[in-house]
DNA sequence: CATGAATGAGGATTCATTCAT
DNA sequence: CATGAATGAATCCTCATTCAT
């Protein structure tokens, strides 16, 4: 993964580091082109611009412009999915791990919103962008939903009659949403912790008033 | 309503309706067009193709490329909201309203499948295809969640502590994207009354086991 | 000629001089549209809406659009030369022929300045919007100038010297140039006859201070 | 000025002289073309061939094509004005300075003929095909004749009664008509001298046999 | 004859990509 | 490696012309 790259960036010869800087330089503005004005409507001398490096350096490191979508999907995602991974893969309660991907969920997105736009608007249109792409890294990190609920179905906390691949894809598309909606207008009435709340409850109990605690109170 | 017009076709003089017709043939085009290709991959000339027209004779119909877009967001997703909107309104149960809301949307996304597929994408970067292009219809749509939520909230069904204005987009969310991947995968494995059933579970009730077996073990 | 049609449209069937009518309808319509608009940017569909026919009863009278403009051109100006030249005949004193001349032509577009407008403009680049086309009415127009010269030189009123060729073209230059002007900005500071005797002085005794009349006066 | 670059270029660093170069190329080869053709039947592409670039070079260098004739106007008709007034402004008798100013316009016309081609038939159009393109180098042109006309008005070799806004027109006009005609089919008979004797001759003396009269008034 | 909806050829323009410097 | 001028394929859109009614 590139960040990691930069990581051991000593060990690599000048001249190489150099290019690798350029290589992330182009992905950032790129990502930042790509949420304002969208894959299609985004110009490469936009991203050229963007980045401070001449139209044609970016065919040094690109093939062509699909590829720096594609790259932008493969690296940056990868880079959400990998931190997610690590953070859950220490947990064994999948409550936590839930509330954990939620965090993380919202976090990522906040941090980077033209990153957020990208794989919210771009992410979809993909395979009509790039033929024949398949989202591996993006499959991988709503998988990481469904095997929590199916952890969660073992160990009894979640209902049996759930369907885990349907339970991850509406889990999914409430957080993908909210999040979206959250970026553009809801931004400035709530926090993080205030829509990380609210999701775990609709998830987890839903939106029902709980009849049992009033049996339970008496 | 345009869906209207052809109902009441034999009313109206031949030439008139033979435009109506046209208008509309290109709409249905445009749809299956964009759905397959995305709107800026997709050629005036292959909607003009698929509509059996020349490229010539959608520009009597519309103004523009975007204009053939927007045509098919207001008047398309106009139908659907109308629709909708009338099976709610006789209803006055928020469980009820809210079913028939999931059964609308995921019967109108598997009846036309392309419609779905352009909503769900296209729809979604309109504002950089279509300059300050606002959805109000699809803001309309999402709208009707929110009130039945806050109607049930009055009525006691609801709890009072959940945010309607994120419950609607979280609940928009989930069954955009359930019905997304449905279409796309899902397909073959689960009918509209098993995804319907599982959303409407997960909303109202959580994907957590019921709390009774506690008071059942006792 | 076509002006030479309507003074016998009597003795026609009604719907012959039905059609005449629209004839020249869409003539004077198209004057007046090329006159605003010029040849390329004028639309078939202006002139239609200008002469309040269907586009497709253009076609009906005319094979296309350059076919229209050259009716212009040959029955227009096939009219004033007509006139002029039956006024010319009348007379024999080479010196009231040209003023009679003058008197014509800068009466004729003062009358019809849209005419004027496209007899300066798109006839001068006829031969480039119709190939191989040649004003034969237009060359026949100037050639009256030639032949007054030519009269005058033999009976001593005009001098030996001159090159009637040249002076011809010199002659209606200055004519056309000024009418031109005085269409488009002239116009209300000066009449026909300033115009008009302005000319005549320039053509007959020139700019110079007469230094003859000096000793004659003496 | 641009003419004044192409003398320095070689101070100029070789890029800038190379874009230079094209950007001239460019204009040389729309005269060309617009010449032959006329601006409107005139393809980009003919331009392109004609200036041994790709269609798309043009763009890197004009707006559009209706740019493209604009800096036609203004950079070849500025030259000649610029020249003009140079010779003319080291004169001070009126006469010579109308000479120079005949033997200047017929000299630019026969050098570059398709550059007196578009000045004659383009320029006259060029409020229809530039919207409110105004000629200020033109009339700049063309007032030259008026100020020399003044001058020799203020030191007693032109006639008081003569208008030299109408003169200015009036000599303007036969000079571009005789140059235009002379072009096409007057060249092979007359030289630049001949011709600029008669027009000078028509001007300052008229066509009348003068000195006639002087002794018939005797 | 008259209409005007439909046609489709044609062209200006854009922009991803290349390559000489 | 880096540049950015040059390329030319690709496409939206216009509008003269046709033809079914």
């Known amino acids: 993964m590139f960040s990691d790259f930069s990581l051991f960036g000593f060990e690599q010869p000048f001249s190489k580091m150099k290019a690798e800087n350029k290589h992330s330089k182009i992905i950032s503005a790129a990502v930042k082109v790509f949420a304002k004005k969208g894959f ?5 001398s936009d991203i050229a611009k ?8 970016i065919y040094l490191y690109f093939n062509n412009k699909y590829d720096i979508l594609l790259s932008v999907f493969e690296e ?4 959400i999915v990998k931190k997610t991974v690590n953070l859950i893969e220490k947990e064994s309660d999948p409550q936590i791990m839930l509330e954990i991907f939620i965090a993380q969920h919202l976090l990522a997105m906040k941090k980077n919103k033209n990153l957020a736009e990208v794989i919210q608007i771009e992410l979809r249109q993909s395979n009509k962008v790039i033929k024949n792409y398949r989202n591996n890294k993006f499959t991988e990190y709503i998988g990481i939903i469904g095997e929590i609920i199916e952890k969660g179905q073992k160990t009894g906390v979640y209902r049996d009659d759930v369907n885990p691949e349907i339970a991850k894809r509406a889990f999914f598309g409430a957080l993908d949403e909210v999040s ?3 970026n553009v207008s809801l931004e400035t009435h709530y926090t993080v912790e205030e829509i990380s709340s609210q999701i775990i409850q609709f998830f987890l109990s839903g939106i ?3 009849p049992l605690q009033v049996s339970g109170k008496s």
């Open 76 to 79: 940056e995602i990868g880079k």
């Open 208 to 210: 029902s008033s709980p």
């Open 50 to 57: 963007e980045a401070k490096v001449a139209d044609g350096t």
């Open 180 to 182: 979206r909606v959250w």
């Open 40 to 44: 299609f409507t985004a110009r490469i």
